[in-house]
């Protein structure tokens, strides 16, 4: 094997994977990368909006983070440039200086510019992005000295190190040259997004597939090596293992193919699943509760409520191990935040049974104490399986839960406008630091119909104050300390119960090739990515 | 023809009223759904009540329904069924685009249902309480009492996955730049599958009213005479008993146009299809109100369509309806 | 007729397994006091591999047989609560609009036809979305895409009863239209309008299962549609959870049509020899 490819380098030469190299550290036993061929992979949704400076969440990165690209990327030991290649804060926090790559042009021919990325930032992250607006709400200014040099101004001092680790998911770069002037949330060029990436969107036919294509001027040496890439849309979630197996599509990112049926595909010849590639993609199962209710504002409920659930059936059963038992806000996987020193509820329906006792709230005649509403997010197979088994637990204990099952609009605003449940099933993104969507699950005082929010009506200063204080907090290890106290708090006065952490897995054919190689791998650029013949 | 056409048109006229039952009674009810196009649009997105907002005035979500319903409705007039937000594109475009494989879908479907069930029908109804007849009657109330989906799935783990004879879902070869012929037959061979499990799933119905008209016809008295004058059986049974059965079947056609576009919005999931009972659901899913509104009127018309085919149809088998006549 | 209804192998065969399904519905607490959406054991064990799960367990470890067994008196409760709501309506429709004729036998003649160009499982769908999916929204949502055959059926009987002698003798008596109407002319023509009854109860437990397919179902009891909708998902590893709830819905549509043709069949005997 390793002899045929050594012949095969010294016949093809060496250029393109020298190339290769400069740009994306392939390992140095990799095989010679082919060029060519279609990629075809299951889409299970057909997001309006493809814009990723706009929208900000997996489902529009799966395709779109291709087409367009951020400053930075992330790797499994920090990150690497895309847009940017340096990136320097300063002492006081109030300024950030990227260095930006040199000879990058846009799909349609225009260079790209420090001034690309300061409309980016201040007209679009800033003002209309789901998550820069709470991360960006100080950048005052972005000075461009010259056409590679952005300088970003914050009215307060704003941690290096947030910023940083909102670079991948946070700082898609679009084009100036197409939004200025234009009403940004209706450009065209939201649902046929043209950036700098690696692939270049062609089509969308709706209900069937999106299409992009191998971006020829694309400033990485040798890459793409595909020609295209095909979303093929798969309505039904049953359809992609059977997709694959029928070799119709290649690959299926996201928990595609049911977890139960690994096993067996695993099995078929040519099929592998791969389970790493999502390490900063993790999402967490959450217990989301509505604190306006008397029974839920009682601590000892909450209490009983957490040691009623089995995180290890729920690992075990539900997500037939592809998760791990969480203990706190922040996932056991993330190296720079997670403690494990927080007080932990064992599944212990003694205990569940007695608090729920002491806190005044006995068996009636029917063995129920009282009832809730329960709404599972219709998302994932996985938060409606939790939902089910949730009910049964609680029934254990004497709570009598009812399911309410809504579609995803209904949810949405049964659970974040009108906070018409009791308790809710949620699937949060950790995002590789607390303050970009974490905090926000238990700070007080936000608006409502914010999804992923806290909605449950719950406020305490000694919670906001940490948040408060960390946002603030230049210093990095003490940055990280007030995020640990922050996880020492959440888990004692339990705002929400975190349940469980997954990250995905991804089914493809064994030609499918540089699967998994970074830690974002689903929503990277796939530049690397080539089909063996 | 001509006269076909007005014929039509006058139908299409007296069905104005229902035409507008239709219309306020959909929107009334989509008025009640918990949750609007913006709620929909803001699970993928996220985003605050500001933004919820200011997107609710921009796509028009902010005015009384009354105002919404005004507006719909002189769209309409004008022939404009107005603009999907879920799409962002004129909701003309968005249905013609997949009514096409929709009409080809049902078409196919209804074919094989109707011919291959009523000559099933004429089997059974040769001889009934033979064996063949009740072997035939539970075998195809057998498939007619599995859900779609659950056929079309294991028509797919069989014929697509285990035999790869047949692809397992879209309607024709992506991105393949066929044309002509070719992709005539590429089409076929997409709609193989999801015909045969739309299409089986209402071969039972034929089956059974053909199969009882015959019964009927086999008691009438010219039967017995045509048996007395040594009429061989098969002659009878075709074109004597069958033929006079074959009328509340043509009937049955029509009545089944309308169960059969419901039928596809599974049909069109497990396929992927991308036809109209698909997009109707993916409509209540963005809560894109004027897109149902739209997708139901352009059923409806359909469903008046095929019915009026029928009824000429009808009239031409049977001679004492006179196509002139309007049948209710 | 009871005697005529056994006189057919359609009325036996769908008598008995009537009977069964009925034994089964009624049998279910009994039998599996639990709730049968409760984990009683390790999820997806193999049918016949363990005595305490006969039919083997599900992905999150409920007991398959439970769920058939109590399954069964959800599914049949949902089908004739359906086909209930429906033939009522369909009958009131009908007769009023059949017995007041004129303007008001227009306008809900009209009506009845709006629902009728409308697919309905269209309108099931888009109902069952907006309200919410629970038992009696699914029960509504199936009668009001169901009741404008029983509403033609009637009106069609009625327009032909209310011109017999005991009608006309009525209304000399001086008794009040709406009296007649439902005391003297509705009882006459129900049995056309029963007749329809096992269409529809049939058509309701398969629209309750296309219903969980696309995740509208009442996730509080378990029937078997939702048993095969949630199967699907594991269908190559698991075929059995779809399996062994499908043959029981084939088992009960099968069974209502053969009773339903088995009535049909014994009161047609019944009136030519009348």
Same mark, same amino acid.
């Given at each position: 094997?390793?002899?045929?490819?050594?012949?095969?380098?010294?016949?093809?030469?060496?250029?393109?994977?020298?190339?290769?190299?400069?740009?994306?550290?392939?390992?140095?036993?990799?095989?010679?990368?082919? %060029?060519?061929?279609?990629?075809?992979?299951?889409?299970?949704?057909?997001?309006?909006?493809?814009?990723?400076?706009?929208?900000?969440?997996?489902?529009?990165?799966?395709?779109?983070?291709?087409?367009?690209?951020?400053?930075?990327?992330?790797?499994?030991?920090?990150?690497?440039?895309?847009?940017?290649?340096?990136?320097?804060?300063?002492?006081?926090?109030?300024?950030?200086?990227?260095?930006? %790559?040199?000879?990058?042009?846009?799909?349609?021919?225009?260079p790209f510019t420090s001034a690309d990325v300061a409309f980016s930032a201040l007209e679009v992250w800033k003002k209309l992005q789901n998550l820069g607006r709470v991360v960006f709400k100080d950048l005052e200014a972005v000075d461009t000295p010259d056409d590679h040099t952005a300088i970003f101004r914050f009215a307060r001092p704003t941690p290096f190190q947030l910023i940083r680790n909102a670079l991948p998911a946070l700082t898609a770069v679009v084009p100036r040259h197409l939004y200025e002037g234009t009403d940004i949330a209706a450009n065209p060029a939201n649902t046929a997004p043209i950036g700098t990436g690696p692939f270049r969107f062609a089509e969308h036919k709706a209900g069937e597939y999106y299409r992009l294509t191998r971006n020829e001027a694309y400033w990485g040496k040798g890459v793409p090596y595909l020609d295209e890439i095909i979303y093929r849309v798969l309505p039904d979630r049953a359809a992609a293992a059977g997709a694959i197996e029928a070799d119709e599509i290649q690959l299926a990112a996201f928990s595609a193919v049911p977890l139960a049926d690994l096993d067996r595909i695993s099995k078929v010849p040519g099929v592998e699943v791969v389970t790493t590639g999502y390490e900063a993609l993790t999402y967490q199962l959450v217990v989301e509760i509505n604190h306006r209710r008397k029974e839920l504002a009682d601590l000892n409920v909450r209490r009983a409520i957490a040691r009623a659930i089995d995180k290890d059936f729920v690992v075990k059963t539900i997500f037939l191990g592809y998760a791990v038992a969480a203990t706190g806000p922040v996932p056991k996987n993330d190296a720079q935040f997670y403690t494990a020193d927080v007080p932990q509820y064992a599944f212990d329906l003694a205990k569940a049974n007695a608090l729920l006792d002491e806190a005044g709230y006995a068996r009636g005649a029917n063995g129920k104490r009282f009832a809730l509403k329960l709404l599972p997010a219709p998302y994932f197979n996985e938060t409606r399986q939790f939902g089910d088994y949730?009910?049964?637990?609680?029934?254990?204990?004497?709570?009598?839960?009812?399911?309410?099952?809504?579609?995803?609009?209904?949810?949405?605003?049964?659970?974040?406008?009108?906070?018409?449940?009791?308790?809710?099933?949620?699937?949060?993104?950790?995002?590789?630091?607390?303050?970009?969507?974490?905090?926000?699950?238990v700070q007080s005082g936000i608006p409502d119909g914010v999804p992923f929010s806290n909605q449950g009506g719950y406020a305490n200063a000694e919670i906001d104050a940490v948040i408060e204080k960390a946002a603030g907090t230049l210093d990095e290890t003490a940055r990280i300390g007030l995020y640990h106290d922050f996880q020492k708090l959440v888990a004692t006065d339990l705002p929400l119960i975190n349940v469980a952490e997954w990250g995905f897995t991804t089914v493809k054919r064994s030609s499918v090739k540089n699967v998994a190689n970074n830690p974002r791998w689903a929503v990277s650029n796939w530049a690397d990515v080539w089909l063996d013949a | 023809m001509n006269r076909a056409l007005s014929l039509l048109r006058r139908r299409l006229l007296t069905s104005l009223p229902v035409f507008l039952i239709v219309i306020v009674g959909s929107f009334l009810l989509l008025e009640a759904a918990p949750g609007d196009a913006v709620d929909a649009y803001l699970v993928s997105v996220g985003g605050d009540a500001g933004l919820a907002a200011q997107l609710r005035h921009e796509w028009g979500l902010d005015r009384?329904?009354?105002?919404?319903?005004?507006?719909?409705?002189?769209?309409?007039?004008?022939?404009?069924?107005?603009?999907?937000?879920?799409?962002?594109?004129?909701?003309?475009?968005?249905?013609?685009?997949?009514?096409?494989?929709?009409?080809?879908?049902?078409?196919?479907?209804?074919?094989?249902?109707?011919?291959?069930?009523?000559l099933l029908g004429i089997v059974a109804g040769a001889r009934p309480g033979s064996i063949c007849d009740r072997v035939l009657s539970v075998a195809s109330l057998a498939i007619y009492a599995v859900p779609g989906f659950w056929l079309g799935l294991v028509l797919i783990v069989v014929f697509s996955i285990e035999l790869r004879w047949l692809p397992l879902g879209g309607i024709e070869t992506i991105a393949s730049s066929r044309s002509g012929l070719d992709r005539g037959l590429d089409i076929a061979?997409?709609?193989?599958?999801?015909?045969?499990?739309?299409?089986?799933?209402?071969?039972?119905?034929?089956?059974?009213?053909? %199969?009882?008209?015959?019964?009927?016809?086999?008691?009438?008295?010219?039967?017995?005479?045509?048996?007395?004058?040594?009429?061989?059986?098969?002659?009878?049974?075709?074109?004597?008993?069958?033929?006079?059965?074959?009328?509340?079947?043509?009937?049955?056609?029509?009545?089944?146009?309308?169960?059969?576009?419901?039928?596809?919005?599974?049909?069109?999931?497990?396929?992927?299809?991308?036809?109209?009972?698909?997009?109707?659901?993916?409509?209540?899913?963005?809560r894109d109100v004027p897109l149902l509104l739209g997708i139901i009127l352009s059923s409806a018309i359909l469903v008046i369509v095929v019915n009026f085919l029928v009824d000429i149809v009808y009239a031409a088998l049977d001679p004492r309806v006179g196509a002139s006549e309007e049948r209710a | 007729m009871t005697r005529r209804l056994f006189s057919t192998p359609e009325g036996?065969?769908?008598?008995?397994?009537?009977?069964?399904?009925?034994?089964?519905?009624?049998?279910?607490?009994?039998?599996?006091?639990?709730?049968?959406?409760?984990?009683?054991?390790?999820?997806?064990?193999?049918?016949?591999?363990?005595?305490?799960?006969?039919?083997?367990?599900?992905?999150?470890?409920?007991?398959?047989?439970?769920?058939?067994?109590?399954?069964? %008196?959800?599914?049949?409760?949902?089908?004739?609560?359906?086909?209930?709501?429906?033939?009522?309506?369909?009958?009131?429709?009908?007769?009023?609009?059949?017995?007041?004729?004129?303007?008001?036998?227009?306008?809900?003649?009209?009506?009845?036809?709006?629902?009728?160009?409308?697919?309905?499982?269209?309108?099931?769908?888009?109902?069952?979305?907006?309200?919410?999916?629970?038992?009696?929204?699914?029960?509504?949502?199936i009668a009001l895409g169901a009741w404008t055959g029983p509403a033609r059926v009637a009106r069609a009987e009625v327009l032909s009863i209310r011109e017999r002698d005991h009608v006309a003798a009525s209304r000399v008596v001086g008794m009040h239209p709406l009296e007649i109407a439902l005391r003297e002319v509705m009882p006459n023509a129900l049995p056309p309008v029963m007749a329809l009854s096992s269409v529809i109860v049939a058509g309701a437990v398969l629209t309750e299962a296309a219903l969980s397919f696309l995740g509208l179902g009442d996730p509080n009891r378990v029937t078997w549609g939702a048993m095969i909708a949630e199967g699907r998902a594991v269908l190559r590893s698991a075929p059995y959870l779809s399996i062994i709830p499908g043959i029981a819905l084939v088992v009960a549509v099968v069974g209502v049509y053969l009773f339903g043709e088995g009535v049909v069949e014994a009161s047609a005997s019944r009136r030519r020899y009348q």
């Amino acid at each position: 094997m390793t002899i045929l490819n050594i012949s095969r380098r010294g016949l093809l030469g060496g250029a393109a994977a020298a190339g290769a190299l400069a740009a994306l550290p392939i390992p140095a036993f990799a095989q010679q990368a082919r %060029r060519g061929g279609r990629l075809v992979v299951a889409a299970d949704s057909e997001p309006r909006n493809l814009n990723p400076a706009i929208v900000a969440s997996n489902g529009v990165f799966f395709v779109s983070s291709k087409v367009v690209e951020p400053l930075a990327e992330a790797t499994f030991d920090g990150l690497e440039g895309r847009l940017a290649t340096a990136w320097e804060g300063s002492a006081d926090g109030l300024s950030v200086t990227f260095t930006l %790559r040199e000879g990058v042009n846009w799909h349609d021919g225009r260079p790209f510019t420090s001034a690309d990325v300061a409309f980016s930032a201040l007209e679009v992250w800033k003002k209309l992005q789901n998550l820069g607006r709470v991360v960006f709400k100080d950048l005052e200014a972005v000075d461009t000295p010259d056409d590679h040099t952005a300088i970003f101004r914050f009215a307060r001092p704003t941690p290096f190190q947030l910023i940083r680790n909102a670079l991948p998911a946070l700082t898609a770069v679009v084009p100036r040259h197409l939004y200025e002037g234009t009403d940004i949330a209706a450009n065209p060029a939201n649902t046929a997004p043209i950036g700098t990436g690696p692939f270049r969107f062609a089509e969308h036919k709706a209900g069937e597939y999106y299409r992009l294509t191998r971006n020829e001027a694309y400033w990485g040496k040798g890459v793409p090596y595909l020609d295209e890439i095909i979303y093929r849309v798969l309505p039904d979630r049953a359809a992609a293992a059977g997709a694959i197996e029928a070799d119709e599509i290649q690959l299926a990112a996201f928990s595609a193919v049911p977890l139960a049926d690994l096993d067996r595909i695993s099995k078929v010849p040519g099929v592998e699943v791969v389970t790493t590639g999502y390490e900063a993609l993790t999402y967490q199962l959450v217990v989301e509760i509505n604190h306006r209710r008397k029974e839920l504002a009682d601590l000892n409920v909450r209490r009983a409520i957490a040691r009623a659930i089995d995180k290890d059936f729920v690992v075990k059963t539900i997500f037939l191990g592809y998760a791990v038992a969480a203990t706190g806000p922040v996932p056991k996987n993330d190296a720079q935040f997670y403690t494990a020193d927080v007080p932990q509820y064992a599944f212990d329906l003694a205990k569940a049974n007695a608090l729920l006792d002491e806190a005044g709230y006995a068996r009636g005649a029917n063995g129920k104490r009282f009832a809730l509403k329960l709404l599972p997010a219709p998302y994932f197979n996985e938060t409606r399986q939790f939902g089910d088994y949730l009910r049964q637990a609680l029934a254990e204990v004497g709570i009598d839960a009812t399911i309410v099952n809504n579609d995803a609009a209904a949810h949405q605003k049964a659970v974040y406008t009108d906070h018409d449940f009791d308790i809710a099933v949620a699937p949060p993104v950790f995002r590789g630091d607390p303050a970009i969507s974490t905090t926000i699950l238990v700070q007080s005082g936000i608006p409502d119909g914010v999804p992923f929010s806290n909605q449950g009506g719950y406020a305490n200063a000694e919670i906001d104050a940490v948040i408060e204080k960390a946002a603030g907090t230049l210093d990095e290890t003490a940055r990280i300390g007030l995020y640990h106290d922050f996880q020492k708090l959440v888990a004692t006065d339990l705002p929400l119960i975190n349940v469980a952490e997954w990250g995905f897995t991804t089914v493809k054919r064994s030609s499918v090739k540089n699967v998994a190689n970074n830690p974002r791998w689903a929503v990277s650029n796939w530049a690397d990515v080539w089909l063996d013949a | 023809m001509n006269r076909a056409l007005s014929l039509l048109r006058r139908r299409l006229l007296t069905s104005l009223p229902v035409f507008l039952i239709v219309i306020v009674g959909s929107f009334l009810l989509l008025e009640a759904a918990p949750g609007d196009a913006v709620d929909a649009y803001l699970v993928s997105v996220g985003g605050d009540a500001g933004l919820a907002a200011q997107l609710r005035h921009e796509w028009g979500l902010d005015r009384s329904a009354w105002a919404r319903f005004l507006t719909f409705a002189t769209a309409l007039v004008h022939g404009d069924l107005g603009w999907s937000v879920a799409f962002a594109r004129p909701i003309r475009d968005v249905i013609l685009e997949r009514l096409p494989n929709t009409l080809l879908l049902m078409g196919a479907a209804t074919a094989l249902s109707f011919g291959l069930g009523s000559l099933l029908g004429i089997v059974a109804g040769a001889r009934p309480g033979s064996i063949c007849d009740r072997v035939l009657s539970v075998a195809s109330l057998a498939i007619y009492a599995v859900p779609g989906f659950w056929l079309g799935l294991v028509l797919i783990v069989v014929f697509s996955i285990e035999l790869r004879w047949l692809p397992l879902g879209g309607i024709e070869t992506i991105a393949s730049s066929r044309s002509g012929l070719d992709r005539g037959l590429d089409i076929a061979r997409h709609l193989v599958l999801p015909v045969a499990a739309l299409g089986f799933i209402y071969l039972a119905l034929y089956l059974r009213v053909m %199969r009882a008209g015959m019964a009927e016809v086999w008691r009438m008295d010219f039967v017995l005479a045509l048996r007395a004058r040594g009429l061989p059986q098969s002659r009878i049974v075709i074109a004597h008993v069958a033929r006079n059965a074959l009328l509340p079947l043509v009937t049955l056609l029509g009545l089944q146009s309308a169960s059969m576009l419901g039928g596809s919005v599974v049909i069109e999931s497990v396929f992927a299809v991308p036809g109209i009972g698909r997009l109707a659901h993916e409509a209540v899913a963005a809560r894109d109100v004027p897109l149902l509104l739209g997708i139901i009127l352009s059923s409806a018309i359909l469903v008046i369509v095929v019915n009026f085919l029928v009824d000429i149809v009808y009239a031409a088998l049977d001679p004492r309806v006179g196509a002139s006549e309007e049948r209710a | 007729m009871t005697r005529r209804l056994f006189s057919t192998p359609e009325g036996i065969a769908g008598t008995a397994i009537l009977a069964l399904l009925a034994l089964a519905a009624l049998a279910a607490p009994m039998l599996f006091p639990r709730d049968p959406l409760s984990i009683a054991g390790p999820s997806l064990l193999p049918p016949f591999h363990d005595p305490a799960h006969i039919l083997g367990t599900d992905r999150l470890g409920r007991d398959v047989l439970a769920g058939l067994f109590h399954g069964a %008196r959800v599914s049949l409760a949902v089908g004739i609560a359906a086909a209930a709501a429906a033939l009522f309506v369909g009958a009131v429709v009908g007769t009023i609009a059949g017995f007041a004729g004129g303007f008001v036998d227009e306008a809900l003649m009209r009506v009845a036809e709006a629902f009728q160009i409308v697919p309905g499982f269209l309108l099931t769908l888009a109902f069952v979305s907006i309200a919410g999916p629970s038992l009696p929204v699914v029960v509504a949502a199936i009668a009001l895409g169901a009741w404008t055959g029983p509403a033609r059926v009637a009106r069609a009987e009625v327009l032909s009863i209310r011109e017999r002698d005991h009608v006309a003798a009525s209304r000399v008596v001086g008794m009040h239209p709406l009296e007649i109407a439902l005391r003297e002319v509705m009882p006459n023509a129900l049995p056309p309008v029963m007749a329809l009854s096992s269409v529809i109860v049939a058509g309701a437990v398969l629209t309750e299962a296309a219903l969980s397919f696309l995740g509208l179902g009442d996730p509080n009891r378990v029937t078997w549609g939702a048993m095969i909708a949630e199967g699907r998902a594991v269908l190559r590893s698991a075929p059995y959870l779809s399996i062994i709830p499908g043959i029981a819905l084939v088992v009960a549509v099968v069974g209502v049509y053969l009773f339903g043709e088995g009535v049909v069949e014994a009161s047609a005997s019944r009136r030519r020899y009348q």
